[in-house]
């Protein structure tokens, strides 16, 4: 936006084809064959900004903000929300409009700023938005959860019903938090990633449930992973999460203040301590087979150490490759399972059966 003459933005959306080249039939109702689609919020002088995208089979969705302009400055965004068919027009059965404007924060004696950075849609048809409530003011990690009309689910409470939909999270009282992107774990749990300030702004992660929003306690501390990096500030940018559990950030961190101003990037890869390691076993001699000297191999889902036992007896510290000196003939079951750092062993080790011919 141009503060000095209060010039309109709209969120734009566009599609290609497999050649890179603008989708001519992508043009919602506007007839202009260009492959661009334009969409205006709010009426009047507004920025209306798109930060998230989430496709499904029935249509498109695009989050990000909605905010009034009082001379010249924003003032007021709200969450905003855009639902659009595949073919780029307004999907009218999304809050008759296929717009939906969620106020946050109440901006009554102040400019207040929600905007959305991320979407994930559930299996029911309901829309998760997560995102920074009142950014600067001093700013919270916020997220909502609409049914397929576009309404608010009052369910997503936090365990303190009944709620309006939406929820601010704090990691202290006096810290500021801002979201940027947000991820979604095998589970369904939502991670959001970010920036977590008191003196200095550190990357941050948090956890969520997506039934109800309620913060995961047991996620890091009190649901918060405050990592700093560097000398100075660190925020983390994007967030992804793994099969295994483990979740990858990437953002930058404050190296040095120059001249000039230095940042590097980071990639960090965080795992759930309440998740014990999943061994699985990679190599293993014939089940039927005269070599009376097995070999096994393996590997465990996340760094670990090993125990393994044969035929029942006690567990002891192995490692892969396993060799094991002549046995006798007959049947014999090997069994190992992986350990964490905090000796929290693999519930259900990996089992191989095996026997000995003559």
């Given at each position: 936006?141009?503060?000095?003459?209060?010039?309109?933005?709209?969120?734009?959306?566009?599609?290609?084809?497999?050649?890179?080249?603008?989708?001519?039939?992508?043009?919602?109702?506007?007839?202009?064959?260009?492959?661009?689609?334009?969409?205006?919020?709010?009426?009047?002088?507004?920025?209306?900004?798109?930060?998230?995208?989430?496709?499904?089979?029935?249509?498109?969705?695009?989050?990000?903000?909605s905010g009034a302009v009082d001379d010249g400055l924003t003032a007021d965004a709200d969450f905003a929300l855009a639902r659009f068919d595949l073919d780029g027009k307004f999907d009218t059965s999304f809050s008759g409009d296929g717009k939906v404007i969620t106020q946050i924060t109440d901006g009554t004696n102040y400019d207040a700023w929600d905007y959305v950075v991320g979407l994930t849609s559930l299996g029911n048809g309901d829309l998760i938005a997560a995102g920074t409530a009142d950014d600067l003011h001093p700013g919270d990690v916020a997220s909502a959860r609409y049914d397929s009309t576009?309404?608010?689910?009052?369910?997503?409470?936090?365990?303190?019903?009944?709620?309006?939909?939406?929820?601010?999270?704090?990691?202290?009282?006096?810290?500021?938090?801002?979201?940027?992107?947000?991820?979604?774990?095998?589970?369904?749990?939502?991670?959001?990633?970010?920036?977590?300030?008191?003196?200095?702004?550190?990357?941050?992660?948090?956890?969520?449930?997506?039934?109800?929003?309620?913060?995961?306690?047991?996620?890091?501390?009190?649901?918060?992973?405050?990592?700093?990096?560097?000398?100075?500030?660190?925020?983390?940018?994007?967030?992804?999460?793994?099969?295994?559990?483990?979740?990858?950030?990437?953002?930058?961190?404050?190296?040095?203040?120059?001249?000039?101003?230095?940042?590097?990037?980071?990639?960090?890869?965080?795992?759930?301590?309440?998740?014990?390691?999943?061994?699985?076993?990679?190599?293993?001699?014939?089940?039927?087979?005269?070599?009376?000297?097995?070999?096994?191999?393996?590997?465990?889902?996340?760094?670990?150490?090993?125990?393994?036992?044969?035929?029942?007896?006690?567990?002891?510290?192995?490692?892969?490759?396993?060799?094991?000196?002549?046995?006798?003939?007959?049947?014999?079951?090997?069994?190992?399972?992986?350990?964490?750092?905090?000796?929290?062993?693999?519930?259900?080790?990996?089992?191989?059966?095996?026997?000995?011919?003559?």
């Amino acid at each position: 936006m141009d503060a000095t003459t209060a010039e309109d933005f709209d969120m734009a959306l566009t599609r290609y084809r497999p050649n890179g080249t603008l989708d001519p039939a992508f043009d919602g109702d506007s007839g202009t064959a260009d492959g661009i689609v334009t969409a205006t919020i709010a009426p009047g002088t507004t920025l209306d900004g798109a930060y998230a995208m989430d496709v499904t089979p029935a249509g498109i969705v695009l989050g990000g903000e909605s905010g009034a302009v009082d001379d010249g400055l924003t003032a007021d965004a709200d969450f905003a929300l855009a639902r659009f068919d595949l073919d780029g027009k307004f999907d009218t059965s999304f809050s008759g409009d296929g717009k939906v404007i969620t106020q946050i924060t109440d901006g009554t004696n102040y400019d207040a700023w929600d905007y959305v950075v991320g979407l994930t849609s559930l299996g029911n048809g309901d829309l998760i938005a997560a995102g920074t409530a009142d950014d600067l003011h001093p700013g919270d990690v916020a997220s909502a959860r609409y049914d397929s009309t576009g309404e608010l689910v009052t369910s997503f409470d936090g365990g303190n019903a009944p709620g309006p939909g939406f929820l601010t999270y704090s990691n202290t009282p006096t810290s500021t938090e801002r979201a940027i992107d947000l991820a979604v774990e095998p589970n369904g749990d939502l991670v959001v990633s970010g920036d977590v300030k008191d003196t200095l702004a550190s990357m941050g992660l948090s956890r969520y449930a997506p039934v109800d929003g309620a913060i995961d306690t047991g996620f890091g501390d009190q649901g918060w992973v405050v990592a700093p990096l560097g000398t100075g500030t660190s925020r983390a940018r994007g967030v992804a999460t793994q099969s295994n559990g483990r979740i990858l950030a990437t953002g930058e961190y404050f190296l040095s203040d120059g001249p000039p101003v230095k940042y590097r990037p980071f990639l960090a890869r965080f795992h759930d301590d309440a998740k014990a390691p999943q061994t699985k076993i990679t190599g293993q001699p014939p089940r039927r087979s005269h070599d009376p000297t097995p070999t096994f191999k393996f590997a465990a889902d996340m760094p670990a150490s090993f125990r393994c036992s044969l035929d029942g007896k006690a567990f002891k510290t192995c490692n892969s490759p396993k060799n094991y000196a002549p046995l006798d003939f007959g049947g014999h079951i090997f069994r190992v399972k992986g350990v964490d750092s905090l000796d929290k062993a693999d519930p259900t080790p990996a089992r191989a059966a095996f026997r000995i011919l003559k």
